[in-house]
């Protein structure tokens, strides 16, 4: 039996998130049906992670289990031909039986990307949270700092308790500024449920003057979701990359 | 009377185009359509020159005369509140009763986006052109050089014989390559229908190694459009801004 590992780009526009759900469009689903067009196999795609309706991946990875006799280039192109316009597969390779997409992850990294110039932009409203007014990407750098390194972060997690910790470590977190658009990074071991878009909410309300820069490390201390900043809208996040031990399945974007 | 300046930023995937036609969805039906709801008026929108479907703007340039009472800014926060989120007005301002988008125009220039890497970018789809090939950008640029100045441009026209000159200058052109991404800038007087699409596609061939560089030059002399390259499509094509004597209409993209 092959274990095939797919790194993928999708635009999460038109997509109800990742997972399959009777009734809508979502991208396994999507992927799934074109592997079982040419391959007349059912096969199941596991994903290092779902991500919700609206959310972006330039360097999503998921992996299959098949015996399909295809070289992994060959089955790019034909997944390619076959696939809509909005879902690409980037790259194939095979990998060894035990290899799992969700649990050998050991880093991932998202962007988070906010627009808050004068006039909203049509050419990027799907790609974008937009902010109407200009925010002070200084203080949300510094304010950011404190959520560096391994905490509890529960403060920005949707659904807890879950079944298991809300410890995590964040290992790179980057605050940027390109004319009318800030870029967050965040690169951390594993996330919660909507942690990255409950980090850049909490940061707009600093940056927006509403709360001191100190004000993040209290919620962080706080360990209660009602503390932080909403959740900001899904359109902004883009899943960048996820990394395993053998190798960084690094993408340019 | 007043005149009223207005430029304007569309995303031109879902729009037939500028000009307003029965039963399509357009950008100056749109506008128009909004200005009478809050005006009360039937206001007519005139254009620097149309778009073609699928056609983007960074910077459109329009004027209609009226006798509204607003001031320019507040004009602009109205019609944004009540557009649909594809096009948005960059900025508005009062002008001479004589000035109009199109005739006065001194310049205007075009970016067009190619995009060659290995596979297609789903995030970018609407917003370039896609080559399945590498193409070689120092050829395309090498082989654009003929084209500046001033020509008869008819071999890149796609309507001639037209009622007027097709004698052009371009006054810039510059060909960049961004990773998987080049960029064809033009700026010139004027432009003849789908003349920047008709360049892209025969630097195209150039770049594909289809023509050598010195085709381009033989094709202006030819002044036949069956000589040059295909129109290539709309989507990968963006007016980037329109300039007027008394000053220049910089907007950032």
Redesign the interface.
Known sequence: MRNIKLVL???GSDFKGWQSQPGVRTVQETLQKVLAEFSGQTLRLHASGRTDSGV?A?GQVAHFHSTLKMPADAL?RAM?SRLP???????AEDVPESFDANRDAVRKAYRYVIHD?A?????L?H?CCRHHQRLDAAAMKEAAQVLLGTHDFRSFETEWPNRKSSVRTITHLGLSRF??YLWLDVEADGFLYNMVRAIAGTLINVGRGYWPTGEVGRIVQAQDRTRAGPTAPAQGLFLMRVSYQEASHEV??
Chains 1, 2 share one sequence.
């Open positions: 780009r999708y635009d972006h330039v790019v390619n316009d909005d879902v690409a597969v980037v790259s110039g006039t909203r932009n049509p050419l409203r790609y004319g009318d340019d974007g």
